[in-house]
């Protein structure tokens, strides 16, 4: 047996970033139970069975191969061959696996695994049951606590940073369920093991809780940090997204919200006409109904106003991830207007994913896919991401060309937004995101855009 850590503790505690961080400085792997109970919670799901329906859910078992990879140190959970890591983690799918961690026949399903991948290496476990029933031997056991509104509070911070619009209320309210079912569940309950040191993060700062648990875990196995091998890169296949269907297109949103959204913005535009020479061409080239992806060159800030205005349906927009750590009036009003961070350079599967979502409930997505914003008004080479957008979507991309007189957008000045016509991934064939095909999207996507700057 490696060296073997359990790590307990309620929902939100910090757990998984802790573990990471440990996982990383000690050279163990770190294993995210938590991921596996979500993974079958989805499978159910997806398979339409409710997460209450205990006898459906055993029944189902038997169709779901769970299995964990690790991919450049990352744990990756495989469903039937297919990585769920990213779609297992919304408000729905927690509060399923929160429902089917209570069944013991689930809980044996996974232990196993569990058990297998702690006899072959040194890993850091999380979970609620590692160090009272998984790893009862472990060396170290932590049982990682903090007040449940400190952990709503963090969780309701992250949920923020993705755009979600549940409320601090909304997110306590879940925690305090989720606690209730995990500590009253006949099987396995949560509960700290005797022998566990407890740790309450609630004042703690993350390298604070991560210095202790690292201190303690040395102390007790003698373990020193390690550098870390960093995994020879393999070529990184494109992000898998067989399982994710097309954007369904056409929702109607909520009509007294429109209305307002349309009073609202035409007030706006009123506003803007005053301060800016502000001209549409191309208007007719704008889609009437939402689910629709704008790609734009980007000037200033304020481009997303400009586009939104010249569209009955409300946009969400994605913004570069640096921009959320601003003000905090300036990250409320981005919020706003519908932004939602990525983070750019990689493929950003939580920003990826909330495209999808946006899409599908009948908003449009704004895109600038030069990724940054540009002081001369000439076009750069712009990324594949909003080819890879559009293609698994199979949604049209409207270009769009923002043009300022003179350098910056100055009072009075004129302000041109052109509208090009739609470029539909299906008319250019292209129904796969191959890397060929995503490069043609882009090329076409990008030449619009140029087109329609001058
Ligand atoms: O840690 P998490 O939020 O990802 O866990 C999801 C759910 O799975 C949580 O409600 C409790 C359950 N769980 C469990 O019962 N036992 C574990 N070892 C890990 C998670």
Redesign the pocket.
Known sequence: MGINVAL?GP??AG??TIAKKIAARLGYIYV???????SV?YYTVSQGISPDDSKKVIAALEGCKVGLEYREGSQCVIVNGEDVSGK??TPEI??A??????IPEV?SF?FDL?KDIAAKNDII??????GT??LPDAQVKIFLTASAEERANRRFKELQEKGDPSTYEEVLADINQ?DY??TH?ET?P?KKAEDAIEVDSTSMTLEEVVSHIAGIITEKTGAAPVKVKKEKKERKPLLDFSGVEPVKRGKKLNPVKMFFYTILRYMVLGGFKIAYNLKFEGKENVPKDGSNIFASNHRGYVDPVFISLACRVPNTFMAKEELFHSKKFFVWIIKKFGAFPVERGKGDMQAINTSFEKLNSGRNLVIFPEGTRSHDGKVGRGKTGVALIAAVAQCPVIPVGINYQGEKLKFRKKVVIRFGKPISPEQLKITTPGAKELKLLRTTIMDAIVDLVH
């Open positions: 307990d929902s939100g757990k998984s995210d139970t938590g991921a596996l109970y979500r919670a297992i983690r927690s509060m696996a929160s429902k089917v961690s209570a809980r996974l569990q476990m999380d979970g609620r049951d590692i029933v998984v989720r079912n995990d569940r396995a949560l």
